[in-house]
C-alpha cells in the first residue's frame, strides 16, 4: 500500500519499527517520506517479485509462534463478532451481513468475485473470502464506481468456467445494469448479489451526522430482477418475506448460470451499526 491516505500519510507506521518500503516507481516507493515516516530500506522494484525472492531467501527461518498465533486469535475475535452481528434482527427487510455470510458458504471455490458498491461492498470486503490471487477486482483506492460489469465481463471472458460474482451496492448497480443485455447477447453467465438499501448509504453514513442532511441520497427500492429478465437474464427478489429460502435462491441462480442464464439476486435489505464511524466524505 502506498503512504497515502490509507495509511494516513505514514502517520500509522511506528517509528520504533524498521520499515521496508518496496514499489516499482521511485515517487510512489518514497510518498510522503521524511514527513511522518521513513523507510529503513526502499527497494525500487516489483513487490511480488520481491517477496517471491525474500521466500526462498528465508527458507528454514521461523519466526516466533505467538506472533501468527495473536493475529490468528485476532482474526478468529473478528469473525466471531461478525458473526454475532450478522445474527441481529434490522427493523426492516434482511441483515446485510447475514446475506454475505450466506453468499460466501454457497460461492464456489473457483469463484471470481466483483466489487462494485460503497456500503454494501465495505461490508463484504470483511466477510467475503477471495478463493486465490487475482479473483477480487474492486473499484480500487479512489471507489471508482461503475467497474462492475466491464470488470464482470472480462473475467468470464478469460475464465469461463469459474463462477463470476458481482456484489454491488443498488446505487453503483445504476451504471452497468444494461450490460445484462451483453452478457445475454455474448453468453456470459455472471450472478449479482445487490444490497439494495434504497439509499447512497456510504455517503449518508457521514453526511449525515455532519450536516444533519440525506439529501441526494435517498434511492428507491427498484425492481433490478424485472430489468434483468427484460435484459433476457434471470431475475430474483428476495426479501424477509423469503428469507428462509435464501440458501436455495442462490443455488437456483447458480444452476441457472451453469445453464448459460446471466442472473441477479435483488436483495432488499436494512440498516445495521455494522463499520459505524467509516469515514467517506
Known amino acids: 500500500t502506498v503512504c497515502d ?4 500519510y505514514g502517520r500509522v507506521l511506528s517509528r520504533r519499527s524498521k520499515i521496508i518500503a518496496v514499489n516499482r516507481d521511485k515517487s510512489q516507493l518514497l510518498k510522503n517520506s521524511d514527513m511522518f515516516w521513513k523507510p529503513t530500506i526502499a527497494i525500487q522494484g516489483d513487490a511480488g517479485s520481491f517477496i517471491v525472492r525474500l521466500s526462498k531467501g528465508l527458507k528454514g527461518h521461523r519466526c516466533p509462534e505467538e506472533w501468527p498465533q495473536s493475529l ?3 482474526d478468529s475475535t473478528k469473525e466471531n463478532a461478525n458473526r454475532a452481528k450478522a445474527n441481529e434482527k434490522t427493523e426492516h427487510h434482511l441483515n446485510p451481513l447475514k446475506v454475505l455470510h450466506h453468499v460466501d458458504e454457497l460461492m464456489a471455490e473457483d469463484s471470481i468475485i466483483v466489487a462494485d458498491g460503497g456500503d454494501f461492498v465495505g461490508s463484504a470486503a470483511y466477510i467475503m473470502r477471495p478463493r486465490g490471487p487475482l479473483r477480487w477486482l474492486d473499484p480500487g483506492a479512489f471507489g471508482t464506481l461503475g467497474v462492475g460489469g466491464g470488470f464482470a465481463l472480462g473475467a468470464k471472458l478469460c475464465h469461463p468456467e469459474s463462477e463470476v460474482w458481482i456484489v454491488y ?5 445504476g451504471y452497468s445494469v444494461a450490460e445484462y443485455d451483453t452478457f445475454t447477447r455474448h453468453k456470459t453467465p455472471v450472478i449479482s448479489v445487490v444490497g439494495n438499501d434504497a439509499c447512497w448509504s456510504q455517503i449518508s453514513r457521514e453526511q449525515v451526522p455532519i450536516l444533519g442532511s440525506n439529501v441526494a441520497c435517498g434511492l428507491a427500492f427498484t425492481d433490478y430482477h424485472i430489468v434483468t429478465d427484460g435484459y433476457g437474464g434471470k431475475g430474483y427478489l428476495v426479501g424477509r418475506e423469503n428469507e428462509d429460502q435464501l440458501s436455495d435462491i442462490i443455488k437456483q ?3 441457472e448460470a451453469k445453464e448459460g442464464k446471466a442472473t441477479l439476486l435483488n436483495v432488499l435489505i436494512g440498516k ?8 467517506s466524505v
Open 5 to 8: 491516505f490509507r495509511l494516513s
Open 72 to 74: 490468528k486469535a485476532g
Open 169 to 173: 451496492g443498488d446505487g453503483s448497480l
Open 253 to 255: 441462480a447458480q444452476r
Open 272 to 279: 445495521t451499526n455494522f463499520r459505524e464511524g467509516s469515514i
